[in-house]
């Protein structure tokens, strides 16, 4: 009953991230593209699967417990959603949990990977909107800085007040365990409150930093190789001559 309760909440959570992405793309997206379905579905699937597969290099961190590890998943996600939109970040964002999830399965009673979806939301999803409220290299800069923020200020709330107690009864291990984890690295965690002020916080502040960075990096590069595509999609079905 309890796996019944967290996977409808993850299914309810996951449509209610979906509509607000919509009406966000709809009436704040300054540039919406007209895509194919086939080229739309193509590239979302493809950002998709490369993130599914980053997602499968974690890295672990000095200043927090095993369970936190880093990885780059949300980069081809910035890429996607930055190319064709917020909905299609947060499809992407979604696909590449499915992917992981088929390739290694999880470890975490799948409470990590339903975090690893809407913290990452929580940063796609700003992002997505600045940018395209106003497209161009300065905003996606704000955009990405935003999304870092609110990513920490979410994901360390969602933690203290959900996951960490969700993982605690799924995966059946006594909160007292989980900080004790926690104080093995540092001293200073002797509570839930402390190990999201000293893990969680610095965590997703890491990840963000290293994310963004690397997506600007990046960005500037693909982003004429997928506009010469879309010349070419227009070219095919005669909107240009």
Do not use: W
């Amino acid at each position: 009953m309890e796996n019944l309760k967290f996977v409808l909440t993850c299914l309810g959570i996951f449509a209610g991230i979906i509509i607000i992405a919509a009406m966000f793309e709809k009436y704040l997206c300054k540039d919406r593209k007209l895509f194919s379905s086939t080229h739309y579905i193509s590239y979302t699937g493809i950002f998709a699967a490369m993130a599914g597969v980053l997602m499968l290099i974690e890295i672990p961190l000095f200043f927090a417990p095993g369970f936190y590890k880093l990885d780059l998943s949300e980069i081809p996600v910035l890429i996607c959603t930055f190319y064709l939109g917020p909905v299609a970040g947060v499809v992407a964002e979604l696909l590449k949990v499915f992917i992981k999830l088929l390739l290694k399965g999880t470890t975490t009673a799948f409470v990590g990977d339903f975090a690893n979806f809407f913290v990452g939301c929580a940063m796609v999803l700003p992002a997505s909107v600045i940018y395209h409220a106003k497209p161009g290299k300065k905003s996606a800069i704000i955009g990405l800085i935003v999304g870092t923020v609110i990513m920490t200020i979410f994901g360390s709330l969602f933690n203290a007040v959900y996951l960490i107690p969700k993982f605690s009864q799924l995966f059946g291990m006594p909160l007292d365990v989980i900080i004790d984890m926690g104080n093995k690295v540092n001293g200073a965690i002797n509570s839930v409150s402390t190990l999201v002020l000293f893990a969680v916080v610095p965590f997703n502040l890491l990840k963000g930093a290293v994310v963004s960075v690397i997506t600007v990096l990046l960005y500037k590069r693909i982003s004429p190789i997928l506009h010469k595509s879309d010349e070419k999609m227009q070219k095919r079905s005669g909107n240009i001559k």
